[in-house]
């Protein structure tokens, strides 16, 4: 059984920083594009980014991908011998309060890079963010 668990969401003051953390079992995250959403109040799904899969025969790593919004600001990086996929946020803005969630795809290799939510099918429970002004 595949499971995605974020953490490390809470309160902080505009121009703060922090790191999420997403702990998957079940699947390998070298081996799946890992996608980071966020869902605010009264909007819609956005993607923030995520990170590509290493590819399988070269080895090389995935790169990542990010969202205009927080371009910049936001780094995504995995630890592979704890299986986590990590969101550096930084220069947090209001505008970034929402509940953020990671996510995979159904298998491996179908897309290098996606910010659809549609495109994942498996997601953890999310961790809440809040940025006080």
């Known amino acids: 059984e595949v499971q995605l668990v974020e953490s490390g969401g809470e309160l902080v003051q505009t121009g703060g920083s922090l790191r999420l953390s997403c702990l998957v079992s079940?699947?390998?995250?070298?081996?799946?594009?890992i996608g980071w959403f966020r869902q605010a109040p009264a909007k819609g799904w956005e993607g923030v980014g995520c990170?590509?899969?290493?590819?399988?025969?070269?080895?090389?790593?995935?790169?990542?991908y990010y969202a205009d919004s927080v371009k910049g600001r936001f780094t995504i990086s995995r630890d592979i011998d704890k299986n986590t996929v990590y969101l550096q946020m930084n220069n947090l803005k209001p505008e970034d309060t929402a509940v953020y969630y990671c996510?995979?795809?159904?298998?491996?290799?179908?897309?290098?890079?996606?910010?659809?939510?549609?495109?994942?099918?498996?997601w953890g429970q999310g961790t809440q963010v809040t940025v006080s002004s």
């Open positions: 996510a995979a795809p159904a298998y491996s290799g179908l897309f290098t890079y996606s910010l659809s939510p549609s495109d994942y099918n498996r």
């Open positions: 079940g699947l390998d995250v070298t081996d799946f594009t």
């Open positions: 990170i590509g899969r290493r590819d399988g025969i070269s080895g090389r790593e995935g790169g990542t």
